[in-house]
């Protein structure tokens, strides 16, 4: 993939710089030579108008949709966008979004773990919550460095991480009694400083046997945090010289097989202070073993490295990664997937140079390289131009809302959350409907869907449903508030203005793009349909639910 030829082109020279308070020396990569600009040619894509585009960078940036002022402002001024993205970027929402953004990828958040909530004793109400504070746990300590637009390579050097008060009160964390929320905090059992890496949460998505022995982890960090899959690596088995039914004697003598061992057992050799005698204790789980760090050479018979470079620990491995050209490469693709919807492929590497370039040249500060991001021509593209090349179509011009963001926008703007027995219905498979929605397990399903299906349409008709009916309670209770329906009269009648204008400006909320008379009028028609047989409130709840469900609102 092009990070790879990145890094072997770009070499690991650059600026040192230590870290206060800390024994290791960070190198900041140099910075290549720009590449020459090329040739004007034609734009590939057409953009989208500056209110859809104003919603999706509010969908993606925050989770919400923009308010009806910001959208009247981008429509009167499209360079009134920029301002408004800065303050997207400054918003609290933020690392709430790029916590789901990076779930896609990372695939923590699972609706299961070999330690489960009756091993602590939690009420059955309290299993979503657990469950998602786990799998989160990593996420939000990246989320954070980014959101405080800390230098990214505080995500492997940090000597904190991230928990609520339910992980405060169960693991070795020293979570302020009494408090409540995500907060920065830190492990108490003697883990080295090296950020999500050292992370419980991160540990217990990919877990370790003794057969194993810590590979899975390091083929984990190589494609979290390096962007090269050790999995997907092709090795001719059938032209293997020595016998594979001994895999520990195949992984150190056959060259098919140390071709990828003599880079990975190094790296699995340096998380033996997450080795686990008990594999189903929550005791041995949650905690870190210093002392069980020296039997990666007498259990593997490998010392701890990166690459063919020796490390002590896991603190001096985080300081390895983040000085690797890689590291940077990956940080740019990751975000560019998450925010583009698509990997990466050759064709891009000239953009995804220059923004790896802005990232080294803003001192590793990620906001800089999120703005860049959603200021490239792929992000804001609304349609692929019929003269461009095939290539290009690539971009995906209309997408589909991820379930986190239907039930974000939705609950922000209507009030409605669709939830049963403690899960939230959205952003679980168990007991809900994730992957239906077009979501991410992380175990089964690893990518988020780019097209519609029949699953993700009986679930828009649910959510339609859900959504129409509390946006009419909400109305109701409170005219005055700024809600879907402010100003929501059950006596109103179609031939009156205000009729005509809650329709127009609830649509306008919704999808970002002024109401055609023609769709107005089929909503009038529907709304007079219903009111005989169960009265305007029903009326307007088919009103709302059909607004939800229209491809207008259920893709950016």
């Given at each position: 993939?092009?990070?790879?030829?990145?890094?072997?082109?770009?070499?690991?020279?650059?600026?040192?710089?230590?870290?206060?308070?800390?024994?290791?020396t960070l190198q900041r990569p140099a910075a290549a030579v720009r590449p020459t600009e090329p040739a004007?040619?034609?734009?590939?894509?057409t953009p989208l108008s500056a209110p859809r585009l104003l919603r999706r960078m509010s969908l993606d940036?925050?989770?919400?949709?923009?308010?009806?002022?910001?959208?009247?402002?981008?429509?009167?001024?499209?360079?009134?966008?920029?301002?408004?993205?800065?303050?997207?970027?400054?918003?609290?929402?933020?690392?709430?979004?790029?916590?789901?953004?990076?779930?896609?990828?990372?695939?923590?958040?699972?609706?299961?773990?070999?330690?489960?909530?009756?091993?602590?004793?939690?009420?059955?109400?309290?299993?979503?919550?657990?469950?998602?504070?786990?799998?989160?746990?990593?996420?939000?300590?990246?989320?954070?460095?980014?959101?405080?637009?800390?230098?990214?390579?505080?995500?492997?050097?940090?000597?904190?991480?991230?928990?609520?008060?339910?992980?405060?009160?169960?693991?070795?964390?020293?979570?302020?009694?009494?408090?409540?929320?995500?907060?920065?905090?830190?492990?108490?059992?003697?883990?080295?400083?090296?950020?999500?890496?050292?992370?419980?949460?991160?540990?217990?998505?990919?877990?370790?046997?003794?057969?194993?022995?810590?590979?899975?982890?390091?083929?984990?960090?190589?494609?979290?945090?390096?962007?090269?899959?050790?999995?997907?690596?092709?090795?001719?088995?059938?032209?293997?010289?020595?016998?594979?039914?001994?895999?520990?004697?195949?992984?150190?003598?056959?060259?098919?097989?140390?071709?990828?061992?003599?880079?990975?057992?190094?790296?699995?050799?340096?998380?033996?202070?997450?080795?686990?005698?008990?594999?189903?204790?929550?005791?041995?789980?949650?905690?870190?073993?210093?002392?069980?760090?020296?039997?990666?050479?007498?259990?593997?018979?490998?010392?701890?490295?990166?690459?063919?470079?020796?490390?002590?620990?896991?603190?001096?491995?985080?300081?390895?990664?983040?000085?690797?050209?890689?590291?940077?490469?990956?940080?740019?693709?990751?975000?560019?997937?998450?925010?583009?919807?698509?990997?990466?492929?050759?064709?891009?590497?000239?953009?995804?140079?220059?923004?790896?370039?802005?990232?080294?040249?803003?001192?590793?500060?990620?906001?800089?390289?999120?703005?860049?991001?959603?200021?490239?021509?792929?992000?804001?593209?609304?349609?692929?131009?019929?003269?461009?090349?095939?290539?290009?179509?690539?971009?995906?011009?209309?997408?589909?809302?991820?379930p986190e963001v239907l039930e974000t926008s939705l609950a922000e703007r209507t009030g409605f959350r669709?939830?049963?027995?403690?899960?939230?219905?959205?952003?679980?498979?168990?007991?809900?409907?994730?992957?239906?929605?077009?979501?991410?397990?992380?175990?089964?399903?690893?990518?988020?869907?780019?097209?519609?299906?029949?699953?993700?349409?009986?679930?828009?008709?649910?959510?339609?449903?859900?959504?129409?009916?509390?946006?009419?309670?909400?109305?109701?209770?409170?005219?005055?508030?700024?809600?879907?329906?402010?100003?929501?009269?059950?006596?109103?009648?179609?031939?009156?203005?205000?009729?005509?204008?809650?329709?127009?400006?609830?649509?306008?909320?919704?999808?970002?793009?002024?109401?055609?008379?023609?769709?107005?009028?089929?909503?009038?028609?529907?709304?007079?349909?219903?009111?005989?047989?169960?009265?305007?409130?029903?009326?307007?709840?088919?009103?709302?639910?059909?607004?939800?469900?229209?491809?207008?609102?259920?893709?950016?």
């Amino acid at each position: 993939m092009w990070a790879c030829v990145l890094a072997a082109a770009l070499g690991c020279g650059g600026e040192s710089e230590t870290k206060e308070g800390e024994h290791v020396t960070l190198q900041r990569p140099a910075a290549a030579v720009r590449p020459t600009e090329p040739a004007p040619t034609v734009a590939p894509f057409t953009p989208l108008s500056a209110p859809r585009l104003l919603r999706r960078m509010s969908l993606d940036l925050r989770g919400v949709l923009p308010s009806v002022e910001e959208l009247d402002a981008v429509e009167a001024d499209p360079a009134a966008l920029e301002p408004i993205l800065d303050s997207y970027l400054e918003d609290p929402r933020l690392a709430n979004r790029l916590v789901d953004l990076l779930a896609e990828q990372w695939w923590t958040r699972v609706d299961v773990f070999d330690i489960v909530f009756e091993d602590y004793f939690l009420d059955p109400t309290q299993e979503f919550a657990f469950e998602r504070a786990i799998g989160e746990e990593p996420l939000r300590l990246v989320a954070q460095v980014m959101a405080e637009n800390q230098p990214y390579t505080d995500i492997v050097t940090s000597d904190t991480t991230m928990a609520n008060e339910l992980l405060g009160a169960l693991w070795p964390l020293d979570y302020p009694e009494g408090a409540v929320g995500w907060r920065r905090v830190a492990y108490t059992d003697g883990r080295p400083a090296a950020g999500v890496l050292t992370t419980n949460g991160l540990m217990w998505r990919y877990t370790a046997t003794r057969s194993n022995m810590n590979r899975g982890r390091a083929a984990a960090l190589s494609r979290l945090l390096l962007c090269e899959d050790y999995v997907v690596r092709p090795v001719n088995f059938s032209a293997a010289s020595s016998d594979v039914s001994d895999p520990e004697r195949a992984i150190r003598t056959d060259p098919y097989c140390v071709t990828c061992h003599a880079s990975l057992d190094p790296i699995a050799a340096t998380f033996f202070g997450f080795w686990w005698i008990t594999l189903y204790s929550r005791i041995e789980q949650q905690t870190y073993h210093p002392e069980r760090e020296a039997l990666a050479e007498e259990i593997m018979g490998v010392s701890p490295g990166w690459y063919g470079e020796p490390v002590a620990d896991l603190g001096e491995l985080g300081v390895a990664v983040a000085n690797d050209p890689r590291f940077y490469s990956c940080a740019v693709e990751t975000w560019t997937r998450a925010f583009w919807r698509r990997p990466l492929v050759a064709e891009d590497q000239p953009e995804a140079e220059a923004l790896r370039l802005a990232l080294v040249e803003a001192d590793a500060r990620p906001i800089p390289l999120l703005r860049a991001i959603l200021m490239s021509a792929e992000y804001q593209a609304g349609a692929v131009v019929t003269e461009a090349p095939e290539v290009e179509a690539r971009a995906l011009t209309a997408r589909p809302l991820s379930p986190e963001v239907l039930e974000t926008s939705l609950a922000e703007r209507t009030g409605f959350r669709w939830q049963s027995q403690g899960f939230e219905q959205l952003r679980n498979d168990d007991h809900g409907y994730r992957i239906f929605a077009g979501g991410v397990n992380g175990i089964s399903v690893v990518e988020p869907a780019v097209l519609p299906s029949v699953t993700s349409a009986l679930v828009s008709v649910r959510i339609g449903e859900g959504a129409g009916s509390a946006a009419v309670r909400q109305a109701l209770a409170d005219p005055e508030a700024p809600t879907l329906l402010r100003g929501l009269d059950l006596e109103l009648e179609p031939e009156e203005p205000a009729f005509e204008a809650l329709i127009d400006a609830a649509a306008w909320q919704l999808h970002g793009v002024r109401l055609p008379t023609e769709q107005r009028e089929e909503l009038v028609t529907l709304w007079a349909a219903i009111v005989p047989a169960v009265g305007p409130a029903a009326a307007w709840e088919a009103v709302v639910s059909a607004l939800v469900q229209d491809p207008l609102f259920l893709t950016d």
